[in-house]
């Protein structure tokens, strides 16, 4: 009697509002309370899809019949967490303007928990100790939460290990979960059959301009080498990321198997021999700053290449050129040979510069290690004072590490940069100087539609007596990439280098953003004095395909009148 009032007033609502719901699709909405988090997030995408099946034809009848189905609906989308024994409550329907609103208030009661978790090994794996270590260490165990998700994710992750460990014929024997609702217990079972290993096999390459003997360097696995489809994507993708390839498929070939060693296919495409890259950018002081150049990808069929840059701007001009050729792997390093010609010309001084160099670039996961071996002849001078002719041979050592979410456009990333270099007297040099420099970036979103840029850098020069120091290898502050609102290398010079910067960008629009930045540092030749140049303003970023475009306005405040300047830049973050 009870069951069919309540049906009866439900009726009632309903139809007091079936006019607004025959003219809005939104006319309806479900509260849900007492969950949170996926639980809450799963019981809402298990109600929608009920609630779709009435869109096209919104009735009394089938919204009747939907409140009713709701509570039941609800305690089963709670099951997958560990929640057997929850209650919901009747709905509480309340009109709120022209919606109706139906309101389920939920307690999940006591979870049910693991009572057992058995993994075991089989077969030739059985000793195997990636997979023993993970057996032991199981990512789900006896008194947890009995979590389907949770479940699936470790079952999953014991068979890729098992393929990832040459045991590529795994099945699982027994793979269960009994569910006691008596005795409100869950036991898991993982019987893990594990047949003959494998091991990579013969690595064939489809046609391309390259050699086979220099295709061949790229392998990174040898025939002893356990086979591993997680290993050849990595391969797939270092070869992807050399610059040497446009597009690479690995494949392995299963169906031609011998002696437990599986054969490779790999496809390649070269890109174009030639590649011409331009780049631009402004500033108020600097006027245009332009840069071209050119990149002859393939000069031999084992990979070395040559690239040359031309730049053009009121203080830096120069042109520089480098020859590449490969190491041993061509992924991990290469020779580097350079020269360079520049012209520099800050606001307080005047140089000519050429440099030949003698480089060995080493990469290995986020790190970027290279050593140079430079000879510098350069003619300065600072002011007014007269030119001075300088002669250095010098060692240059650079550590880097970069990791972000997206090497042009990042939300979250980090990048640490240290370099060390020196000459003496006694070597081919007209002075002694020992230098060092530590750069660093901090990129993090707070908010989805947000994030900040922390940018630092020190550097410090020990030497005798500075004005023996080339300009070109003393410290300028001032610019884009230093201090906003200041004509590039337009504080300083100096032998020491202090900057700091934080900048907050927020989107606006699409990928346009709005931008809020404080710079400060200096580069004198004396620390502390003078005091550090605060630079400030705002800009707008537009995070394009090869970069984010950026347009500032900043302010010199350590200038007098504090002047306004412009600053344009298109580039990657990192």
Same mark, same amino acid.
């Given at each position: 009697m009870i069951n069919k009032a309540c049906r009866c007033i439900i009726t009632l609502l309903v139809l007091s509002i079936y006019p607004v719901l025959a003219q809005a699709n939104d006319a309806f909405r479900i509260e849900i309370s007492g969950i949170q988090g996926e639980m809450y997030n799963n019981v809402q995408a298990?109600? $929608?899809?009920?609630? &779709?099946?009435? #869109? $096209?034809?919104?009735?009394?009848?089938?919204?009747? &019949?939907?409140?009713? &189905?709701?509570?039941?609906?609800?305690?089963?989308?709670?099951?997958p967490y560990g929640y057997f024994k929850a209650t919901v409550s009747p709905a509480n329907i309340r009109h709120v303007d022209s919606t109706l609103v139906a309101a389920f208030r939920v307690n999940p009661g006591q979870p049910l928990k693991l009572s057992s978790v058995t993994v075991q090994i089989l077969g030739n794996g059985e000793s195997n100790p990636a997979l023993h270590r993970l057996a032991e260490d199981f990512p789900i165990k006896t008194g947890m939460v009995f979590n389907s998700d949770a479940y699936e994710k470790a079952r999953d992750l014991l068979f890729q290990t098992a393929n990832d460990e040459g045991y590529i014929k795994s099945y699982f024997i027994k793979n269960e979960v009994k569910v006691d609702l008596k005795r409100y217990r869950a036991d898991v079972t993982l019987i893990l059959q594990t047949e003959d290993r494998y091991y990579f096999g013969k690595v064939s390459y489809s046609q391309s301009p390259y050699a086979q003997s220099f295709l061949d360097r790229f392998q990174s696995f040898k025939s002893v080498t356990h086979f591993s489809s997680k290993k050849l994507y990595q391969f797939q993708q270092e070869m992807s990321n050399s610059g040497y390839f446009q597009q690479v498929e690995a494949t392995p070939d299963l169906e031609h198997i011998e002696n437990h060693q599986v054969p490779i296919n790999v496809d390649v495409m070269a890109p174009k021999s030639q590649r011409y890259d331009f780049g631009l950018g402004y500033g108020t002081f600097t006027g245009p700053r332009l840069s071209a150049g050119v990149n002859f990808r393939r000069l031999t069929d084992t990979g070395q290449h040559f690239n040359a840059e031309m730049k053009l701007s009121s203080v830096l001009s120069g042109l520089a050129a480098k020859y590449f050729i490969p190491g041993r792997n061509p992924l991990t390093d290469q020779y580097v040979i350079g020269a360079n010609y520049q012209k520099f010309t800050p606001k307080n001084g005047r140089s000519y510069a050429n440099n030949l160099s003698l480089g060995y670039i080493k990469k290995s996961g986020h790190w970027?290690?290279?050593? !140079? %071996?430079?000879?510098? !002849?350069?003619?300065?001078?600072?002011?007014n004072q007269p030119s001075t002719n300088s002669e250095l041979l010098y060692p240059?050592?650079?550590? $880097?590490?970069? &990791?972000?979410? #997206?090497? %042009?456009?990042p939300h979250n990333g980090h990048s640490l940069s240290l370099t060390l270099q020196g000459a003496t007297r006694d070597l081919l040099s007209s002075t002694s100087f020992l230098q060092g420099e530590l750069k660093g970036k901090y990129i993090f979103s707070p908010f989805d539609s947000s994030r900040v840029i922390l940018r630092g850098d020190l550097g410090y020069t020990v030497v005798n007596n500075i004005d023996n120091l080339p300009l070109t290898l003393r410290y300028f502050a001032g610019g884009l990439n230093s201090i906003?609102?200041?004509? #590039?290398?337009?504080?300083?010079?100096?032998?020491? %280098?202090? *900057?700091?910067?934080?900048?907050?960008?927020?989107?606006?629009?699409?990928?346009?953003?709005?931008?809020?930045?404080?710079?400060?540092? *200096?580069?004198?030749?004396?620390y502390g004095d003078p005091p550090l140049s605060i630079g400030d303003g705002a800009g707008i970023v537009y995070q394009s395909v090869v970069g984010p475009i950026k347009i500032y306005l900043g302010r010199a405040e350590n200038k007098r009148g504090k002047p306004f300047s412009v600053e344009f830049n298109v580039g990657p973050e990192f």
């Open positions: 298990q109600l $929608s899809i009920e609630e &779709k099946k009435s #869109d $096209s034809d919104i009735s009394v009848l089938k919204m009747d &019949k939907f409140l009713k &189905k709701a509570p039941a609906i609800i305690r089963k989308s709670l099951e970027h290690n290279s050593i !140079t %071996l430079n000879y510098l !002849t350069e003619r300065y001078s600072i002011e240059s050592l650079n550590l $880097s590490y970069v &990791k972000a979410d #997206d090497i %042009l456009n906003r609102g200041y004509p #590039d290398s337009s504080i300083g010079p100096g032998k020491y %280098l202090v *900057t700091g910067s934080a900048e907050y960008q927020h989107r606006i629009w699409g990928n346009w953003y709005g931008a809020l930045f404080y710079d400060a540092g *200096t580069a004198s030749d004396h």
